[in-house]
């Protein structure tokens, strides 16, 4: 939020959709926005679903592939007007297949992948004040596996990864909102070969955001991130980030930490900047890497640097 690279703090960062158990999927269409008794006509619902399956077959200079998908998606949605306000509810599942087989003399081949998802979004409008709220879920796996004969060798790879995020929102007049995001996300993986290399790996992520647009007079919000990141081989990554930010006016102010742990040592940094537009402006940072510090700071009135280092 410096003079040249202020940003407004209704900014929010993308953070990662994603989870849940594939039990979840094709479940009900979620009607807890109103009562049974207010669910009367007039009311709008549409429930529409598709499946697909496509093959590819081909075959050149002694090699032969094979290609299958198969794709299943519902998409369900339901509106009814109460009392002036309006409420709607919007699911939306897939299911997707992915298989490849390919062979080549005395070596084959073969991959596949599975995918869940699951997305809801619930809406209430009043007027020009309208509030939502939206959920997303993913579960997918992959396996991949190999072998030769000549030369002799192989492997097998299997990965897992799921995930989950929501978001909430309130949107009033005059550019006047409110919104929270947050996503969880963790994925594995193992491999192994012929030859007796064995690996896996674990990661983990988690990243939120929250803002409060005034319109106007400003806007104030903040972000976090924090991940970790595991081997079988002994690497380990870990680390978090946090940011706070705010502009009333003119007038700005923002703040950030992170912190890492990884393969090069351990890294942190912490900064500030506040100030008024070409009125005054301060600025700083801190470093550290492996234990080495470095500095930086300045202080400028109307554009003009007075202090630097």
Not at 22 to 44: C, I, K, N, Q, R
Not at 52 to 57: M, N, P, Q
Not at 84 to 92: N, Q
Not at 272 to 292: F, I, M
């Amino acid at each position: 939020m410096g003079k040249h690279t202020r940003r407004k703090s209704g900014y929010l960062p993308k953070v990662a959709v994603s989870a849940a158990p594939a039990v979840l999927l094709f479940a009900a269409p979620a009607t807890a926005l109103a009562s049974p008794a207010e669910l009367t006509l007039p009311l709008y619902h549409r429930d529409d679903s598709t499946f697909r399956r496509d093959v590819e077959t081909s075959g050149e200079d002694g090699t032969s592939v094979v290609r299958e998908t198969v794709t299943t998606v519902r998409h369900d949605f339901l509106a009814k007007e109460i009392a002036g306000a309006v409420l709607d509810t919007d699911l939306t599942e897939s299911a997707i297949t992915h298989r490849e087989e390919r062979q080549a003399g005395t070596s084959a081949a073969a991959q596949e992948t599975e995918s869940f998802a699951r997305a809801g979004r619930h809406t209430l409008r009043w007027g020009d004040v309208r509030a939502g709220t939206a959920n997303s879920q993913r579960l997918g796996q992959g396996a991949s596996r190999s072998l030769s004969i000549s030369p002799l060798g192989g492997g097998a790879e299997h990965r897992v990864g799921l995930g989950e995020g929501m978001s909430h929102g309130v949107w009033a007049a005059d550019g006047i909102d409110v919104l929270s995001q947050h996503a969880e996300e963790v994925d594995t993986g193992l491999f192994g070969s012929f030859a007796g290399d064995l690996d896996g790996a674990l990661a983990a992520r988690r990243s939120s955001g929250q803002v409060a647009d005034l319109g106007r007079l400003g806007a104030v919000g903040t972000t976090s991130d924090q991940y970790a990141a595991g081997r079988l081989t002994g690497v380990l990554d870990l680390g978090q980030s946090h940011e706070a930010g705010a502009q009333l006016g003119p007038a700005w102010a923002l703040a950030g930490t992170s912190q890492s742990l990884g393969p090069a040592g351990p890294a942190g940094s912490i900064s500030g900047d506040l100030g008024v537009d070409h009125v005054v402006q301060a600025e700083g940072s801190t470093t550290s890497v492996r234990g080495t510090l470095d500095r930086s700071g300045s202080f400028s009135v109307l554009d003009q640097r007075l202090l630097g280092f």
